[in-house]
């Protein structure tokens, strides 16, 4: 079961500066050097945030810039990565241009592919599904949760206990049942997580809704003769999204985890997809074989990605704490 984002009852509303009656949004060169000092001041976040930047960079150039196909074996079968002494006069005669052809940076695996090019182009599999289940989850369980907290019918009542009766099964085991019976491509694979998570995100927000129901803010609005479900969309769901999207950035490295999960057990994606659970699975037998290479870098590229989402969830809500 996946931890959820502990929230403080009292949350506070929005806060916006004031002049006179208007508000005053802040200037882009002022939220930048906001964000500039945020970041100066927590090395940690600063970590975290190169992380995610480098991993949707991958997601958008990660097959041009791999040096072979990523899909294509070579000639080259389980070789080994160059030796770190071997790194600099390499890279030296790779700018050179003195080079023959791409130097296998990670080595190949026992069928000629190159991992490091794979490596790079997995994340259009991993990051991808965890950014689209997050999101449809993150849509699907605010308006759900919103539903739920402010209208409080037996609709909504029983729109909670369903999501208890999935929350009760273990995620991982539950989410490979789905994923086998909808199918092993990679929209079932963002639909299921996306149904699998989309709880959390109901009681998140239901919890927050509840809180804020009885402000003065909704009772003015009320007053001044706005509708139940105007009021509902846009006074109370902007009060109540904070520990929605702090939950967001964990829920990302949890699914990019459970995809690479899927896929090292054979209900994910489909070899030879670039993906890196399946990298890891095709080549686990060969660590005895000292063959250590095409697995151990795969691992490294997950552990990396989801370590820089979980740093900006846990800065997130240690700042919403405060």
Known sequence: ????????????EAEFALTGTQAVPA???GRAMRLVRVLLKDPLLVCGVLIVAVSLLLVVLGPWMAPYDAQLPTRDVSQAPPALSDVPSLILQSLQGKLHHPVHWFGTDSTGLDVFSRVLVAPRVDVVVGLAATALSLFLGTLLGLFAGYFGTRSAESIIRISDVFQSFPIFILAMILVVLTGRNVID???????LYTPIYLRLTCSQVVSQVGRTYVEAARAVGNRE?????KHVLPNSLTPALIQASVTIGWAILFTAGLTFLGAGVRPPTPEWGGM??????YLVLGEWWPSVFPG????VTVFGYAIIGNVLEARFRQ
């Open 1 to 12: 079961m996946l931890n959820q984002v502990s929230v403080p009852a009292d949350a506070p």
């Open 27 to 29: 200037t882009v060169a």
């Open 189 to 195: 694979i963002i639909v299921t997580l996306a149904c």
């Open 229 to 233: 479900i105007v009021i509902a969309l």
């Open 280 to 285: 890891i699975a095709a080549s686990a037998n």
């Open 300 to 303: 490294i590229a997950i552990s």
